[in-house]
């Protein structure tokens, strides 16, 4: 089971650092995103790290601005966004594929395990 953290409230500008753990299992083992849905519009790729960690991939949205990591005991992955503004306000939901591929990959369609979704609110 994947749970995300670390959402809350922040002016344009300012940044968060989400976290993504998984229960059970080393997250580090597995290919992992974060994807994000704000209200009325369906959920998007934000950020991929390969299952090695050698492939980063980002949406263009927020490529220069966010960045996908692994913590120290590679159970974590992390998405620090900095420079927020008001349109990255959404719900921003981790997910892994829990299979040998080590791909960063920005299909909804690969991933097969998902954590609960964190709020994320800037405001301008």
């Known amino acids: 089971q994947l749970q995300a953290s670390g959402g809350g409230l922040v002016q344009a500008g300012g940044s968060l650092r989400l976290s993504c753990a998984a229960s059970?299992?080393?997250?580090?083992?597995?290919?992992t995103g974060w994807f994000r849905q704000a209200p009325g519009k369906e959920r998007e790729f934000v950020a991929a790290?390969?299952?090695?960690?050698?492939?980063?991939v980002y949406a263009d949205s927020v490529r220069g601005r966010f960045t996908i990591s692994r913590g120290n005991a590679k159970n974590t992955v992390y998405l620090q966004m900095n420079s927020l503004k008001p349109e990255d306000t959404a719900v921003y939901y981790c997910a892994a594929d829990y299979t040998v591929l080590d791909h960063a990959t920005k299909s909804i369609d690969d991933y097969n395990r998902w954590g609960q979704g964190t709020q994320v609110t800037v405001s301008s």
């Open positions: 790290i390969s299952r090695t960690g050698g492939n980063l």
């Open positions: 059970g299992r080393t997250l580090g083992s597995y290919s």
